[in-house]
């Protein structure tokens, strides 16, 4: 193991739950992490694909860097139903 972390949002206490489902590692070494979550507070990227996150649970996608220490893009995927990212590949195809 090279690193681990802790992804979530500690302001939002009635609802942190963030179920990770699958991870690729692109050739820099940064993690790309697919799950799902009730969150509303989690970090969407300015250009993230959905800033916002609607009332079900909803798929989640964000990036981390090579030490794991910081989210560098985020985005919810999701609408008024329930959904959930079970998987995911970096460009390279990893």
């Known amino acids: 193991m090279v690193y681990s972390a802790l992804a979530g949002n ?6 942190q739950y963030l179920q990770g489902n699958a991870i690729a590692v692109n050739p820099l070494g940064d993690a790309y992490v697919a799950a799902w979550t009730y969150n509303s507070g989690l970090y969407a990227s300015p250009n993230g694909f959905q800033r916002g996150a609607p009332t079900a ?3 989640y996608v964000f990036e981390l860097n090579a030490s794991g220490s ?3 893009n985020g985005t919810y995927l999701g609408g008024g139903a329930n959904d959930f990212v079970s998987g995911i590949v970096d460009r390279s195809g990893d």
């Open 57 to 59: 649970p909803n798929g």
């Open 70 to 72: 910081a989210i560098i």
């Open 10 to 15: 500690p302001g939002n206490t009635s609802n």
